[in-house]
């Protein structure tokens, strides 16, 4: 079995992150009943969206051997996590109280369900409110690991897309 490069051991490191994150996410919802907001889950999306990019780039690195297909993952990795730590950030912000959240963040705003459209607008949401905080360890919320752990990845795998690059121009360029 030949070496991992160093784009492909961004990837699974990406990989296992998201897929950690997101297991972490949805234990402390159906084991603690902790119930999420709307950022929360919109967080969660970053996160699944890394792990589909991770997976599709080690899947052409390893099976197709693409090195581009792995530089163009790993690019694409640091973008979705460049969002990923965006959106953490907001929310930390706004649990913080440093600016407000947005309308539908609110505690006990309507759900609508498809379904029974009718019935569903006087009905009400569980969902916390975005400036509450849930959980917190060592005063850090889980959006503020989320911010951590994105902000880590985003250095790596842009890390990785750089060094992609400039191997890919060493090798085009005539000695």
Not at 21 to 36: M, N, Q, R, Y
Not at 55 to 69: P, T
Not at 98 to 105: D, L, S, V
């Amino acid at each position: 079995m030949e070496r991992m490069t160093f784009t492909e051991r961004a990837l699974g490191i990406s990989f296992a992150a998201s897929g950690v994150l997101l297991a972490g996410a949805h234990l402390f919802e159906k084991v603690g009943g902790l119930v999420p907001c709307i950022l929360c889950l919109n967080q969660r999306e970053a996160h699944w969206t890394a792990l589909a990019v991770a997976a599709a780039g080690l899947i052409a690195a390893r099976l197709f051997r693409s090195k581009l297909g792995a530089a163009a993952a790993v690019g694409a990795a640091s973008l979705v996590y460049a969002v990923s730590a965006c959106l953490a950030f907001y929310h930390t912000g706004v649990e913080y109280g440093y600016w407000p959240g947005p309308a539908i963040c609110a505690a006990g705003g309507d759900i609508v369900d498809l379904d029974n459209l009718a019935a569903s607008l006087n009905q009400k949401s569980d969902a916390p409110s975005c400036e509450d905080v849930q959980w917190r360890f060592l005063g850090v919320s889980m959006a503020g690991y989320n911010l951590l752990a994105s902000a880590g990845l985003f250095a790596l795998t842009l890390f990785a897309a750089l060094s992609e690059t400039r191997a890919a121009k060493r090798t085009r360029r005539p000695a």
